[in-house]
């Protein structure tokens, strides 16, 4: 099996930058193997190894080499399959990308825990319906869309940046959605389900998690302050570069503002409608992110 298991799962204590974590291929296994028969996957509930709620190695589709692992469910409401990849990082940015089929007429869904026990903590959730569409779902509120073709592989990757609390989604290098994430990255749990309307069927082939050097780069900080903080509908923003974007979001990751700012050296009055709570004020500019907590009290 393919594996650079360097998961805190399996008792690693610091991370490289531009090292790979983990890598599976399913080469390794052979076609009807069960994928918890490697340490780092486990099914949702202890006692199902080896039963329906564990998913098989198939020879029928791969993205390369000749296996990847079959996702399916008995009826469209989801189960019995129901396996999780352990990944137990809390710290840190990362890189995990999967390449997924789905037949036509077929629908998927994954989502991702933040503990490495399954059910302690939900993430966020992704369903592939069979229309072609995606959505991502966190705190019930819908924080990323896309589409993605049938019948053919295509890539799904996840920059997550745990030191800025951002997660940005992409389908075959098209950015799908960024949203505010400050939990752990637990893993991910791959359950037989799909849309809710039509039967969950899908492969998945060449997993990686790894946190490349260019990354370094793009979640560099920004350098800026703002005030009040408390505010009640306005804030003073100044610092560098000079041309930003100016987002603001809500504590389950959704937006709920935006603005192009063109003079924050000198200084950029911005202003809102929002309701009181916690909210994240992220600066974006030439590839570098930085964000700060944002509190309204009116």
Not at 28 to 39: E, I, K, L, R
Not at 267 to 286: C, Q, R, S
Request: glycine share 10%.
């Amino acid at each position: 099996m393919k594996h650079f298991l360097l998961f805190a799962a399996l008792g690693l204590s610091s991370l490289a930058i531009s090292q790979t974590l983990y890598e599976e291929n399913f080469e390794s296994f052979s076609a009807g193997d069960y994928v918890s028969d490697s340490p780092v996957w486990i099914t949702w509930t202890n006692g199902q190894e080896g039963s329906t709620g564990d998913a098989q190695i198939s020879d029928e589709q791969a993205h390369s080499g000749m296996n990847s692992v079959h996702i399916y469910a008995a009826t469209a409401e989801g189960g019995p399959m129901d396996v999780v990849l352990l990944a137990g990082l809390d710290e840190g940015v990362y890189d995990a990308s999967m390449w997924m089929y789905i037949p036509d007429g077929s629908s998927a869904y994954y989502n991702v825990q933040e503990d490495q026990s399954p059910g302690v903590g939900w993430a966020f959730e992704a369903t592939f319906a069979f229309s072609g569409d995606m959505q991502v779902v966190m705190d019930g509120a819908v924080v990323a869309t896309g589409s993605f073709p049938l019948d053919t592989w295509f890539q799904v990757s996840h920059l997550i940046d745990m030191d800025n609390d951002v997660v940005t989604l992409s389908i075959d290098g098209t950015e799908a959605g960024s949203w505010m994430f400050d939990s752990p990255f637990g893993g991910v749990n791959f359950f037989g389900m799909g849309d809710g309307t039509t039967v969950g069927n899908y492969f998945v082939d060449d997993i990686m998690v790894a946190a490349p050097t260019e990354i370094t780069e793009v979640v560099s900080e920004i350098d800026f302050s703002f005030g009040p903080n408390p505010a009640s509908a306005f804030i003073n923003l100044q610092g560098q570069p000079n041309e930003a974007v100016i987002r603001i979001h809500a504590l389950n990751g959704q937006l709920v503002y935006q603005q192009q700012v063109n003079n924050m050296n000198r200084g950029e009055f911005i202003e809102f409608n929002l309701n009181n709570g916690i909210y994240f004020l992220e600066v974006t500019a030439d590839g570098k992110r930085s964000t700060q907590r944002l509190v309204v009290s009116q």
